[in-house]
């Protein structure tokens, strides 16, 4: 039995895997710049900004570590693509409503979501596979 998983049991493991790692650096930056980070909150809308600073730290990082490594991929991904919603949100109320990501847009936040709901779908549909139903917070036996 091979250590790691086959990519033909787990074709999105690529895209899991690149959702997590693209976490890291937005997580780092709020870390280095707390205030700056907090003070954008502020400007996107979310009062207070530190607050909602470390709401974004815990989900980032529980997001990254999850799709890293597999961890209950069937809810962090909603949870990513929330994540990215509000983002999206923050963008439309401190540079207006735009889509392209080098004008400043949601176009990439967009796509980040509708990946992380994609790797979401892709881990029900699997459990259901393998196990003929759904829970909640169980590892599910193709993991």
């Not at 790691?4 to 493991?13: C, G, H, T, Y």
């Not at 709401?55 to 962090?76: D, H, P, R, S, Y």
């Not at 401190?94 to 990946?115: A, D, M, P, Q, R």
Request: net charge positive.
């Amino acid at each position: 039995m091979a250590l790691l998983p086959s990519f033909s049991r787990d074709p999105l493991m690529p895209v899991r895997i690149m959702l997590g790692l693209l976490y890291l650096p937005h997580w780092f930056y709020k870390i280095l710049r707390m205030e700056a980070s907090a003070r954008f909150f502020e400007s996107g809308g979310f009062h207070p900004g530190t607050f909602f600073l470390y709401v974004a730290l815990v989900m980032e990082i529980a997001c990254a570590i999850g799709f890293i490594f597999n961890i209950q991929t069937k809810w962090l991904g909603l949870v990513s693509a929330g994540v990215m919603g509000f983002a999206g949100i923050a963008v439309f109320n401190t540079k207006g409503v735009g889509w392209l990501w080098n004008l400043g847009g949601v176009e990439y936040l967009f796509f980040w979501g509708f990946c992380s709901v994609v790797v979401a779908a892709d881990a029900w549909r699997r459990e259901w596979q393998v196990n003929g139903k759904l829970s909640l917070f169980g590892t599910p036996r193709y993991a």
